[in-house]
T-cell receptor
């Protein structure tokens, strides 16, 4: 199994551009989530999904959209990038909707100029 | 807002010593988890303790949970230089709703000196 994969590994955007961060898992996990990690802030939950077709907001959802059309994929869309969205983004998945052990992807480093 | 808060923020010890990190949280939880992150890498799950458990062991790791004090501790025994990393606690709760979320603290940076 590849586990949780994320693409791209690194991206530079200009303010106002849009892009999609890809996340996929091959473990048939119900629960998937997106976090951002900023220095000194730990990880903050952006959006999460408890199954295909079901998504919900986390702690910092503004400026981001998600969809879950399949169990495997959970893309994160930045609608109009802002410098405040410069961060490292992690996708994670968990077998149970009660959020047991989470498996993390390697992360995407995003720089917004 | 951060649910879990780790203490201390940074810890520096010598190889062979034990390292203890603490985590406090605010609301009722389903479970509490500890993760490790090496610099520039993704997080790796270490151990999960459920709200009805008080202590759990895994190799050199020992986790305790005190739900009355809303706190947990992670003990790493006989530390090694390879244990140098950031350690995060995370709490799983549903805040009265039907969906669960995992909320992370800001982490403890552990440095183990050879």
């Amino acid at each position: 199994n590849a586990g949780v994969t994320q693409t791209p590994k690194f991206q530079v955007l200009k303010t106002g551009q849009s892009m999609t961060l890809q996340c996929a898992q091959d473990m048939n996990h119900e629960y998937m989530s997106w976090y951002r990690q900023d220095p000194g802030m730990g990880l903050r939950l952006i959006h999460y999904s408890v199954g295909a077709g079901i998504t919900d907001q986390g702690e910092v959802p503004n400026g981001y959209n998600v969809s879950r059309s399949t169990t495997e994929d959970f893309p994160l869309r930045l609608l109009s990038a802002a410098p405040s969205q410069t961060s490292v983004y992690f996708c994670a998945s968990s077998y149970s909707g009660k959020v047991e052990t989470q498996y993390f992807g390697p992360g995407t480093r995003l720089l917004v100029l | 807002s951060q649910q879990g808060e780790e203490d201390p923020q940074a810890l520096s010890i010598q190889e062979g010593e034990n390292a203890t990190m603490n985590c406090s949280y605010k609301t009722s939880i389903n479970n509490l988890q500890w993760y490790r992150q090496n610099s520039g890498r993704g997080l790796v799950h270490l151990i999960l303790i459920r709200s009805n458990e008080r202590e759990k062991h895994s190799g050199r790791l020992r986790v305790t949970l005190d739900t009355s004090k809303k706190s947990s501790s992670l003990l790493i025994t006989a530390s090694r230089a390879a244990d140098t990393a950031s350690y995060f606690c995370a709490t799983a709760s549903n805040s009265g709703g039907s969906n669960y979320k995992l909320t992370f603290g800001k982490g403890t940076l552990l440095t183990v000196n050879p």
